[in-house]
C-alpha cells in the first residue's frame, strides 16, 4: 500500500464518540497494557540469560502474551485516535448518542440507560450500543414515546419519560 492510500484509507475510519467516563476506561486499560507490555518485556531480557527446557518453554509462552498484548493495545491506541468525547447537551428533544434515558416499563419500574458507541457499551452498567436492539429503537425517539422492543411473540413496552 502506498503513502497517499495509506493516508486515504486512515481519513476514512469512522470517529469513535465516547463519554466522559468511556474515554477515562480506555486511557486506564491503555495504561494497563502498556505496563504489562513493559513487565513481560522485563521478564523475558532476564529469560534471556537462561537455558533449561523449562525456561525456554516459560520464554515462548511470555513471547505468545506479548503479542496479545500489542495487538489489543495496537487496537485501543487507533480507538483512541479516532475518539471523540460526547458533547453534553442538558436538555435534548430526540434521543441520540450520548443521552441519558428513563423509560417506565408496564409494571412502572424506572430504567435508565446511556446510549453510547459499541466500544463502551456495558448493559450490567446502564451503558447500551446506539446500534443494539433496544438502542436502535430509542434513537429519535421524544419525550412521551412508546418504544416496543423484543421479538414478534415477547414485546416489552416502555414509556419514554426523561431525556437528559
Known amino acids: 500500500m502506498n503513502t497517499t492510500t ?7 475510519k ?9 474515554m477515562k476506561e480506555l486511557r486506564k486499560s491503555i495504561a494497563q497494557l502498556e505496563h504489562d507490555r513493559m513487565a513481560i518485556r522485563r521478564s ?8 533449561s527446557h523449562d525456561d525456554r518453554f516459560e520464554r515462548s509462552d511470555r513471547l505468545l502474551r506479548l503479542e496479545v498484548i500489542e495487538a489489543e493495545l495496537a487496537e485501543k491506541q487507533d480507538a483512541l485516535n479516532h ?7 442538558s436538555a435534548r428533544m430526540k434521543v441520540a448518542i450520548g443521552s441519558v434515558v428513563d423509560l417506565i416499563d408496564q409494571h412502572g419500574r424506572l430504567i435508565r ?16 450500543s446506539v446500534v443494539s436492539p433496544l438502542g ?12 416496543e422492543w423484543g421479538n414478534g411473540l415477547n414485546k416489552t413496552s416502555f414509556q419514554l419519560v426523561k431525556i437528559t
Not at 495509506?6 to 476514512?12: A, G, L
Not at 475518539?83 to 447537551?89: D, E, G, V
Open 83 to 89: 475518539a471523540q468525547i460526547i458533547s453534553s447537551r
Open 136 to 147: 436502535s429503537t430509542l434513537v429519535g425517539k421524544t419525550v412521551q414515546d412508546i418504544v
Open 14 to 22: 469512522k470517529t469513535i464518540l465516547l463519554s466522559k467516563k468511556g
Open 44 to 51: 523475558l531480557r532476564e529469560s534471556d540469560k537462561t537455558t
Open 113 to 128: 440507560y446511556t446510549l453510547v458507541d459499541s466500544i463502551e457499551a456495558n448493559p450490567s452498567d446502564g451503558r447500551i
Open 6 to 12: 495509506t493516508i486515504k484509507h486512515q481519513s476514512e
